[in-house]
């Protein structure tokens, strides 16, 4: 799976950026593994991992966003009353890149928590904005997420379509 070929490749990677004084992308691929281990269910794990990366001064925009989207999604499930800024300031962060490899993780992060604090009505405004990008630009398995927070978000018109893109499990 990716999820297992991203847990063997990270730490690779991280180890040939530090030999060779790679530091942003370190701090680029620690967020990723901040994210692996929120995918993983290890909340406080990531959020520790994510911190830890923000807190390294002269990044660039790039290098800190993966941390970031992790961060505010984490505090997003944990209810915490920052939720709302951190995901704020992601999405501000990911639209200034214009990259949808960016931006569709920040609206998947806000439209769940809309759907956990039971606004429907947000939640169907992000996976909206998300479809606006062109579902082409999406890979399998984002394709899969919007299409299940479709279904969770009760919208009332049918998911555009994946054409058969949609990865498998979904």
Do not use: N
């Not at 939640?123 to 479809?131: P, T």
């Not at 054409?163 to 979904?170: I, N, T």
């Amino acid at each position: 799976s990716q999820l297992l070929a991203d847990l063997r490749c990270d730490p690779e990677g991280i180890a040939f950026d530090s030999k060779h004084d790679l530091d942003s992308w370190t701090y680029y691929l620690v967020g990723r593994q901040a994210q692996l281990r929120m995918d993983q269910g290890r909340l406080r794990e990531a959020e520790s991992i994510a911190r830890g990366v923000l807190a390294m001064e002269h990044q660039t925009l790039v290098m800190k966003l993966p941390s970031l989207s992790v961060l505010s999604t984490v505090r997003a499930r944990l209810g915490e009353d920052d939720a709302g800024e951190l995901l704020q300031r992601s999405l501000k962060d990911a639209l200034a890149t214009g990259e949808p490899q960016h931006i569709m993780p920040v609206r998947i992060s806000r439209a769940e928590a809309a759907w956990l604090a039971g606004d429907l009505d947000a939640c169907r405004a992000e996976l909206k904005e998300l479809v606006l990008l062109g579902l082409d630009k999406f890979d399998p398995w984002e394709l899969g997420e919007l299409a299940v927070w479709w279904i969770r978000s009760e919208m009332t018109e049918p998911f555009p379509g994946a054409d058969g893109k949609m990865a498998s499990p979904y």
